[in-house]
């Protein structure tokens, strides 16, 4: 069965204060690997697509990079903005692309200013 | 633009009514989904359309009807809902079959409550 565990379930970090949050996978046949911002009561924002093992992608403070077994997503110098739920997901499966994705549980990210 | 719309916002319904959930795309994206979202848990897959036909469906109770009346359009039919259905549907849609990029953009959601 298709596994992804995101740690921490929960972080408070102080405004500038970087760190990075985790995201381990058990799948087979990897597709994808993908970042999302949800804020409450909204649809999940896309941040990266990771395809194989050594990628890395970066998009302002963020940074996601890819292993064979996990994904992280570090974050430099945050700001209170980016408060938000972090959400991993990956795809698997044969319909070429059109397979729906298994998502972890998320990790909720508080920055205080 | 990575924009998908969905109407309306917010639904409430009765037990005994029939509505309809609304997705539109203008991406030309050939892979569309319903997901279900409940509070503080992750989204799941309900629903997969693939060149406008369902392709995946995860064993959903048939009181939820997919469509998909053409390439950028995915409707959700909904009849005798049960309270416990009450959460926020998701539609997202991809490229598609075999293309280059396979990330899914979702839009808003509509927050469904079933009294």
């Known amino acids: 069965e298709d596994q992804v565990t995101q740690s921490p379930e929960a972080l408070r970090l102080q405004e500038g204060e970087s760190s990075s949050l985790n995201c381990s996978y058990t799948v087979s046949g990897l597709r994808g690997l993908f970042w999302y911002r949800q804020d409450p009561g909204k649809g999940p924002e896309f941040l990266f697509t990771?395809?194989?093992a050594g990628e890395e992608k970066e998009k302002e403070r963020l940074k996601a990079t890819l292993t064979k077994k996990e994904s992280f997503l570090h974050i430099t110098a945050p700001k209170p903005e980016d408060s938000a739920t972090y959400l991993c997901?990956?795809?698997?499966?044969?319909?070429?692309?059109?397979?729906?994705?298994?998502f972890g549980k998320g990790t909720h990210l508080i920055i205080q200013p | 633009d990575t924009e998908v719309t969905q109407t309306p916002k917010h639904l409430v319904m009765g037990m005994t009514n029939k509505k309809s959930l609304k997705c539109e795309q203008h991406?030309?994206?050939?892979?569309m989904y319903w997901y279900k979202q409940k509070a503080k848990k992750p989204p799941e897959l309900m629903f997969v359309y693939s060149y406008e036909k369902l392709s995946i469906n995860e064993s959903v109770p048939s009181r939820f009807s997919p469509e998909c009346p053409n390439s950028s359009l995915l409707n959700l039919h909904l009849h005798a809902l049960q309270p416990e259905d009450s959460a926020l549907y998701l539609c997202?849609?991809?490229?598609?079959?075999?293309?280059?990029?396979?990330?899914?953009?979702f839009g808003p959601g509509t927050r469904l409550t079933v009294t």
């Open positions: 997202a849609s991809s490229q598609g079959i075999d293309r280059e990029r396979y990330e899914q953009y």
């Open positions: 991406m030309g994206h050939r892979a």
């Open positions: 990771l395809y194989s």
């Open positions: 997901a990956v795809q698997v499966g044969s319909g070429g692309g059109a397979d729906g994705l298994t």
